[in-house]
C-alpha cells in the first residue's frame, strides 16, 4: 500500500510571540508611579496584502483593559517573528463567543498558513507550535505532537454563547493560548485558547467551521483595503 506523503516542514515563519503589555498609573497620598503588567501568547498569521499581514490568537490575549484596580490603564501589543524582530500589532477585531482576535502587523509582509478544507478525523495526529510560559526565541519554537479526540458540547466556559470546542490531547498553560493546531499535511485545523485546570495536556480550540470562517473572512477585508 502506498504511503501517505507528509511535509515535514511546518510554517515556523508564520508563528506569532505574542506580548500584551498593560501600563497604568497607580497613586497614593503622597505620589503617584507607573506600573506594568505583561501577558504572552502565541499565534499564527492568516494572509499578507498589500504590505501588511495579519493574524491570529486568542480573544483573551488582546483584550484591552478598561482599568486595573480602579486606575486607567493602556495597552499594547508587539509580535516576535520566528526569524527575529520584533513588530507592533493592531488589534482589528475580537470574537469573543470563539475567543479570537484578529491582529494586523503594518509595514510587512509574512508567510502565511494554510487552513485545511476539512475537518480533523477522531484519533488523527496533530502538531502544535506554541510558547508555553513564554518559552520561545528566534530560531526556537516548541512544538509538540497530540491527536484530535472529539467534540466536547459540556464544559461550562466564561465565553458568551459558547460550549462547543474541538479537543486535542497537547500542552495547554499559560503562553499557549493562540496556538495553531496541524494535521499531517501541515494545514490548520484548530488552535489552542482554553486549558483546563489540573488537566495540562487537554487544549480546546473555537470549532473547525467558525475558525475556518473567521480566516476566510479576514483574508476577503484584506483584499477589500478593511
Not at 517573528?81 to 469573543?96: M, Q
Not at 507550535?129 to 513564554?134: E, F, I, M, N, Y
Request: aromatic fraction near 8%; include cysteine; charge should be negative.
Amino acid at each position: 500500500a502506498l504511503k501517505k506523503q507528509v511535509s515535514l516542514d511546518l510554517p515556523r515563519d508564520s508563528f506569532l510571540f505574542i506580548t500584551h503589555k498593560v501600563t497604568y498609573q497607580a497613586c497614593d497620598d503622597s505620589s503617584c508611579q507607573v506600573l506594568e503588567r505583561r501577558a504572552v501568547g502565541s499565534g499564527f498569521v492568516v494572509d499578507s496584502y498589500g504590505g501588511d499581514s495579519w493574524g491570529l490568537t486568542a480573544g483573551h490575549v488582546c483584550m484591552p483593559p478598561s482599568a486595573i484596580a480602579g486606575h486607567p490603564a493602556e495597552s499594547s501589543l508587539t509580535v516576535l517573528l520566528y526569524n527575529g524582530g520584533y513588530h507592533k500589532a493592531e488589534v482589528v477585531g475580537i470574537h469573543p463567543e470563539v475567543d479570537i482576535c484578529i491582529l494586523k502587523i503594518p509595514g510587512i509582509s509574512l508567510p502565511w498558513v494554510r487552513m485545511a478544507e476539512n475537518p480533523p478525523e477522531v484519533g488523527s495526529k496533530v502538531t502544535t507550535l506554541s510558547a508555553p510560559l513564554g518559552t520561545m526565541e528566534p530560531g526556537m519554537i516548541p512544538q509538540f505532537d497530540g491527536y484530535y479526540v472529539g467534540i466536547t458540547r459540556y464544559l461550562q466556559t466564561q465565553l458568551p454563547g459558547a460550549g462547543v470546542f474541538q479537543a486535542f490531547t497537547l500542552p495547554a498553560t499559560g503562553g499557549v493560548s493562540g496556538a495553531p493546531i496541524f494535521n499531517e499535511q501541515n494545514e490548520v485545523v484548530g488552535m489552542s485558547v482554553i486549558a483546563l485546570s489540573r488537566f495540562e495536556n487537554f487544549a480546546l480550540s473555537p470549532p473547525f467551521e467558525s475558525l475556518k470562517a473567521v480566516i476566510r473572512s479576514v483574508q476577503d477585508a484584506a483584499r477589500h483595503g478593511e
